[in-house]
């Protein structure tokens, strides 16, 4: 399939009375702000979009998207791919005060002053939304072995130092 590039902007209320389909690709220079975060964005951004009209009335953005990064391990610090996917299904509002009135399966997208939305942010958005909270390799590929990661154990010279409040055990009698 040939690679067609989205557009930035699109109308979600014109192009849910048309049941409008999308099908493409963010280029790699376009996600400036993933690379920000990342390490590096390693390929194209792959998104599907579908947008319609629900049973409720409601116009709805339904889409995937995909692309790969490389991010740092925060136990070994070396760098890993990692393909973040997303789905998502957003309903545009004129302003955020009419986020409260959509369904929970809906997440708002705010139009701006022309009725339209910048796809382009939306799908960065999640993208980054989707990063892992700590990223790390898989224990098997990562270079710190288990038994270099130890938790809640006290080193013996700490168990060694004298009590710095025993002296007020004295006080006590």
């Known amino acids: 399939m040939k690679k067609v590039k989205l557009p930035l902007t699109i109308n979600p209320r014109k192009d849910a009375q048309h049941r409008a389909d999308y099908e493409g690709v963010f280029v790699n220079a376009q ?16 998104i599907t979009l579908s947008l319609g009209i629900d049973s409720q009335g409601l116009t709805v953005m339904k889409g995937t998207a995909q692309v790969d990064v490389e991010l740092e391990c925060q136990r070994c610090g070396n760098p890993f791919s990692q393909t973040l996917e997303c789905n998502f299904s957003f309903s545009p509002v004129s302003n955020m ?9 809906y997440e708002p997208m705010e139009l701006n002053e022309f009725g339209e939305v910048n796809l382009l942010d939306i799908i960065i958005d999640e993208f980054i939304l989707n990063l892992p909270l700590v990223p790390k390799h898989d ?21 060694k130092k004298p009590n710095p409040f025993a002296v007020l055990a004295n006080l006590k009698k």
Do not use: W, Y
Request: aromatic share 2%; glycine share 4%.
């Open 31 to 46: 996600l400036k702000r993933l690379g920000e975060i990342v390490r590096q964005v390693q390929s194209d951004a792959q």
């Open 97 to 105: 005060d009419q986020a409260d009135n959509l369904p929970e399966i």
């Open 139 to 159: 224990d098997e590929h990562c270079e710190v072995s288990v038994a270099d990661m130890v938790f809640g154990e006290i080193p013996d010279e700490e168990a």
